[in-house]
Nanobody, 125 residues
């Protein structure tokens, strides 16, 4: 199985910055996409940033120009990590942030679609 471990959440004042990390492990052969989602209390989960292996990186309109998704990908599992740099944070960015990674793993190169456990980001003065 492919496991994702997130880190980097916390409490920050409006205008501040945080960097989230999500490390994927589990005999990954290929990563096809990496992304970040968030879910605020009482709201549906929404896409924050999405980075396919080929194609254009997409951001939610609400975070464009403030958030940046990046990744290290390699056959070495330790380098299958996706980051979310969040700048100029606003109270409305408060949510649980979850990473998502899709690809193939194992000798049989089976498809996987894995989620992190979520990390809380709170923007408040």
């Amino acid at each position: 199985q492919v496991q994702l471990v997130e880190s980097g959440g916390g409490l920050v004042q409006p205008g501040g910055s945080l960097r989230l990390s999500c490390a994927a492990s589990g005999n990954i052969v290929r990563v096809n996409s990496m992304g970040w989602f968030r879910q605020a209390p009482g709201k549906q989960r929404e896409l924050v940033a999405y980075m396919p292996l080929f194609g254009t990186t997409n951001y939610a309109d609400s975070v464009k120009g403030r958030f940046t998704i990046s990744r290290d990908t390699a056959t070495d599992n330790a380098k299958n990590t996706v980051y979310l740099q969040m700048n100029s944070l606003k109270p409305e960015d408060t949510a649980v942030y979850l990473c998502n990674v899709r690809g193939q793993h194992g000798i049989l190169q089976r498809d996987f679609d894995s989620w992190g456990q979520g990390t809380q980001v709170t923007v408040s003065s």
